[in-house]
């Protein structure tokens, strides 16, 4: 998957897969979570270079927290077998989120700069937002 080109948007959605898989599987008694979101931030840096470790998505599952378990009892990942057809609100969190941080960056970059400049400067910082909280 990491030599396909993908969107930002399919980038977003795989790592959150990958997230989900593993939570499913469970392996640990302890700790199952953090190691998701330790191997969705591999595969986001993988696929979006080596500042994506910037991206804080650990933080946005911990003020989500409530929607993070309502996304993953809604698939049945606290049974034995679960649903992966009812994984898409889970999957859709991380890619959401990241399209939320892009409007809220759009909107304050206006009226500061004339037109040309705040098209080069939101490329750079749209690039970024991806990276760095903003």
Partial sequence: ??????????????????????V??????????RVGLLLEKWFL?????ETAWFIQSEKYYYQQ???????LN???IF?????????????????ERNSLKRKKL?????GIFTINKISFR???????NIIHEI
């Fill in 65 to 71: 927290v409530n929607t993070y378990y309502k996304n």
């Fill in 24 to 33: 499913n599987i469970h392996p640990f008694n302890h700790g199952n979570g």
């Fill in 45 to 49: 840096s993988a696929a979006l270079g």
């Fill in 74 to 76: 809604r698939l049945g």
């Fill in 122 to 128: 939101t490329k750079i910082y749209l690039h970024k």
């Fill in 106 to 110: 759009m909107n304050s970059c206006t």
């Fill in 1 to 22: 998957m990491l030599k396909k080109k993908l969107s930002n948007e399919e980038i977003f959605y795989y790592a959150a897969y990958i997230h989900l898989v593993f």
């Fill in 79 to 95: 049974y034995e077998k679960p649903d992966y057809a009812k994984a898409d609100k889970f999957l859709q969190m991380l890619s």
